[in-house]
C-alpha cells in the first residue's frame, strides 16, 4: 500500500508544482514577458500534460509574444485533444491561421466554430474575411449576410459588405448596406464618407 500512498502523492506534487508554475506565468504574460511565460507554461504542460489551459496559453504566447505560428499551432492542437469543442482555441487557429495568409486552414476552423454554435456571428464573419482574403467574394458575401441574419446591428459587417458590393459594382446594394448603418449609427463619417464614394462611382459608371 505504501507504495501506491508514495505514487499518488507524487502525482499530487506534480500537478500542484504544475499549477503554481501556470499562475507564475500568468504574471509574466500580464507584464508582457513572452520568455518567462513559455518558461512557465512549458513547466506545467511537462508536469501535467492534461493542463489545457497551460497548452491554450502557450500556443497564444508562441503566436502573439513570438510569431511562431507552427509552435503555437503544436500546442493548440494539444489543447484541442484535450478538449476537441473548445471554442476559443479554434478561434485562435483560425486568426492566426488568417493572419499568415493560410487562408483554407482559416476557413476551416471557422467552419469548425459555427458547427459547434452556428448562431455565432464572430465566427461567420471572420468567415467571410477569410473568404475574403482567398478572393471568394461569393463565399464571403454569404457568410457576411449569414453573421447579419444573427446579429443584424453588426456595424463592421454592414460596412464589410458595403466596399466590397462598391468594388463589385453593385452599387444599389452598396448604398442599401451603408443606409443600413446610417439608420443606427448616423453621424457616423465614414460611412457617410463611404456612400460619397458609392454615389460618385455610381453616376460616373
Known sequence: M?????ENEGKKKKLLEAEEFYQKGLVFGQESDADGAIECWQKTVELN????????????????GKGDLERALECWNKALELKPDDVDVLYN???AYREHKDYDKAVESYKKVVELNPEDHE????????????GEIDQA???WKKALEIKPDKYETWYNLGIKYKELGEFDLAIDSCQKIL????????????LNAINEEKESA
Open 2 to 6: 505504501k507504495m501506491v500512498d508514495d
Open 93 to 95: 487557429m483560425g486568426n
Open 141 to 143: 458575401i454569404e457568410c
Open 49 to 64: 500534460p492534461n493542463h489545457f489551459e497551460g497548452w491554450y496559453n502557450l500556443g497564444k504566447v508562441y503566436d502573439i
Open 183 to 194: 439608420e443606427r449609427y448616423p453621424n457616423s463619417y465614414e460611412v457617410k464618407r463611404l
Open 123 to 134: 465566427g461567420w464573419n471572420n468567415m467571410a474575411n477569410a473568404y475574403r482574403g482567398k
